[in-house]
């Protein structure tokens, strides 16, 4: 076997694999043996099957497959010790007259290289915002605690501080033909929500009102707080949904002491109101901080992206768009497509190219490590604090059973690697903000 490279220019080349008839013959022998062992022919015995016609039945296809193991292995091979970074995947060129039994067969692959380039971080330079938790967010954050482990009160009517339980369905006609079985929707409201909360305010126990399925395509607002998304409400099945209250009541906050602590990070950790709120603010400040460093890197990554110089190999990924995607015939679309998405595929380039020479690799113990911080998060949210390590891993390893989880936590965990780089070697500039005033800035983008 062997590999030759020939450049079209510095990101394009063309790649042939030749493989000799010796590479695979051996193999091919001892299957087509295997075949004639089990084969059952009419008119032969198993096992004593002529090899002439096992070999007419079953060669080709087995010699191919072969082939194309030792190909794929092959370009594989020479691409990872060679050390090529590839922009999509090598598309092969047509084989005329395949002929397994020829002493050499040649396949050659079309290929597109990242740019060869440098980046020096250091010369990029952006506001660094070190936010910091107010009084007001340390207080809005502890009464979410409280609310969180509230008890519910029992009212006689629904008021403007009740939770109000709802059961929504939908009301079939006198005259619909056939079974109907709807599973009703069941959601919980408050003022908030005020344009559910005005629709049922006056209502009683088990009192009820009809929504039409035109008021609720109208109002969007109202069937969003109902549950309902836009393409449920153009699936409804009849024209008008009930809804019904099944309970309302008020929240007495919890009461500000140990009890509380205790439910929310583990009993004893947290042992007054003042260790409550040092506790609340290094939180707010660490998830603040972690929101102003992100906004820093993409800052960063989008002046890379608009000021370096990178050489996409475009006649090959025009090929390769149509190669790969079905839904592109032509090459005239294939350009189109990549017009779109060139800053994106540039984006991506110069991420790679920021982890290859920064030398920012995986390892299981780092995608574990992920998987259990999204663990925490995910059980925080539900005012968990503090699950034993053994068993929030015991859930991360369940996640990643996922194949897709595996390959998003990944990619955040390479994400945050190059987040620390370039938080490292990026020139910031410190500047003091408040979270309103870092609130304000990134909405207005």
Do not use: C
Request: aromatic content about 6%; proline content about 3%.
């Amino acid at each position: 076997m062997n590999v030759t490279a020939k450049n079209h220019d510095e990101v394009s080349a063309l790649l042939t694999v030749t493989v000799d008839r010796a590479d695979y013959k051996d193999k091919v022998e001892k299957q087509l043996h295997n075949y004639a062992k089990n084969a059952q022919v009419p008119g032969f015995r198993k096992g004593k099957v002529p090899m002439s016609l096992v070999k007419r039945q079953y060669e080709a296809p087995i010699a191919f497959e072969e082939i194309n193991k030792l190909v794929n292995d092959s370009l594989n091979n020479y691409i990872n010790e060679n050390n090529l970074k590839m922009v999509g995947q090598p598309v092969p060129l047509p084989v005329n007259d395949f002929d397994h039994t020829a002493e050499q067969l040649s396949v050659a692959f079309e290929v597109g290289y990242e740019p060869e380039m440098t980046i020096d971080l250091s010369k990029y330079e952006a506001a660094h915002y070190k936010v910091e938790a107010s009084d007001k967010e340390i207080t809005k954050s502890i009464e979410n605690m409280q609310k969180r482990f509230a008890e519910q009160v029992p009212q006689d009517d629904i008021t403007d501080d009740s939770f109000i339980a709802l059961e929504i369905t939908q009301v079939v006609e006198e005259d619909a033909e056939g079974a109907h079985n709807h599973p009703p929707k069941n959601v919980t409201i408050n003022a908030e929500s005020k344009e559910a909360f005005d629709l049922v305010k006056s209502l009683k126990m088990d009192g009820s009102v009809k929504v039409s399925k035109a008021d609720l395509t109208e109002k969007e607002e109202l069937a969003k707080q109902l549950g309902f998304s836009k393409a449920e409400i153009e699936h409804l099945h009849h024209d008008e949904v009930e809804v019904k209250v099944k309970d309302f009541y008020g929240l007495n906050n919890h009461e500000l002491n140990q009890e509380l602590f205790d439910k929310v990070y583990g009993e004893g950790n947290i042992k007054s109101e003042e260790e409550l709120k040092e506790k609340v603010k290094s939180e707010l400040d660490e998830y603040f901080q972690q929101n102003a460093d992100i906004h820093f890197v993409n800052n960063i990554l989008e002046q890379i992206t608009e000021k370096e110089e990178v050489q996409l190999p475009e006649t090959f990924l025009t090929k390769w768009l149509v190669f790969s995607n079905e839904n592109i015939k032509t090459e005239e679309q294939a350009k189109g497509v990549l017009e779109n998405e060139r800053a994106a595929i540039k984006h991506q380039i110069i991420e790679g190219k920021l982890m290859n020479d920064n030398e920012i690799k995986l390892d299981y113990e780092d995608v574990l490590a992920q998987a259990e911080q999204l663990v925490r998060n995910q059980l925080a949210i539900y005012g968990i604090h503090h699950l034993p390590d053994e068993e929030v891993q015991k859930y991360a390893v369940e996640m990643l059973k996922d194949q897709e989880q595996v390959r998003q936590i990944s990619s955040e965990v390479a994400m945050a690697k190059l987040k620390d780089v370039i938080l490292e070697k990026a020139t910031k500039t410190e500047t003091p903000i408040s979270h309103d005033e870092f609130m304000e800035m990134v909405k207005q983008g």
